[in-house]
């Protein structure tokens, strides 16, 4: 069973995305009201978005911790397509009321993110927006079922990870 996918990680009864133990470290905690991005050691979350709000969300994940970094986003103009840069780790989307562009980032953990992981992670993020149910997220059995099932995906190929992500969200106990 996988405790964590890239950057997604369940801490105590919640999932969040990113490191929030790093020096000043910001992190997206999944909540089953919405979104709470945190920095670390402060106790307010510095933005709280509900799941209503969003008509989209992506998630983007740099696979070395080295690569958000702004040298990286210049490298990066020689890579299309690679999420590196200040933005390689964030999440962006469209929120309503009012429609408008949404973005924020989250701190790379020290561990590499696996090619596999990231593929299926942004899968799982494109699929529920797309069946609409990004709410889905906030609720940590069923998120917990979701990462068990797609942690031991270890492929490159994204085809075969988006139907593999495809599958859990119809049906993530099997």
């Given at each position: 069973?996988?405790?964590?996918?890239?950057?997604?990680?369940?801490?105590?009864?919640?999932?969040?995305?990113?490191?929030?133990?790093r020096k000043?470290?910001?992190?997206?905690?999944?909540?089953?009201?919405?979104?709470?991005?945190?920095?670390?050691?402060?106790?307010?979350?510095?933005?709280?978005?509900?799941?209503?709000?969003?008509?989209?969300?992506?998630?983007?994940?740099?696979?070395?911790?080295?690569?958000?970094?702004?040298?990286?986003?210049?490298?990066?103009?020689?890579?299309?397509?690679?999420?590196?840069?200040?933005?390689?780790?964030?999440?962006?989307g469209?929120?309503?009321?009012?429609?408008?562009?949404?973005?924020?980032?989250?701190?790379?953990?020290?561990?590499?993110?696996?090619?596999?992981?990231?593929?299926?992670?942004?899968?799982?993020?494109?699929?529920?927006t797309?069946?609409?149910?990004?709410?889905?997220?906030?609720?940590?059995?069923?998120?917990?079922?979701?990462?068990?099932?797609?942690?031991?995906?270890?492929?490159?190929?994204?085809?075969?990870?988006?139907?593999?992500?495809?599958?859990?969200?119809?049906?993530?106990?099997?």
């Open positions: 069973m996988g405790q964590y996918l890239g950057p997604l990680e369940p801490i105590g009864d919640r999932w969040v995305i990113g490191d929030p133990t000043e470290g910001l992190s997206v905690v999944l909540t089953p009201e919405g979104l709470e991005h945190r920095r670390r050691g402060e106790t307010a979350p510095l933005l709280v978005v509900e799941w209503t709000r969003f008509l989209e969300l992506r998630v983007r994940a740099a696979y070395r911790r080295w690569q958000p970094t702004p040298f990286a986003g210049f490298a990066g103009a020689f890579a299309p397509g690679a999420d590196m840069g200040r933005d390689g780790c964030s999440l962006n469209i929120v309503r009321h009012p429609y408008d562009l949404w973005r924020v980032r989250y701190t790379h953990h020290e561990r590499r993110y696996t090619g596999g992981h990231v593929i299926v992670l942004k899968a799982l993020f494109d699929e529920l797309e069946a609409k149910a990004l709410h889905r997220l906030g609720d940590p059995e069923w998120l917990g079922t979701a990462v068990a099932k797609l942690s031991s995906y270890t492929s490159w190929y994204a085809p075969r990870g988006s139907r593999l992500v495809a599958e859990t969200v119809r049906n993530p106990g099997t």
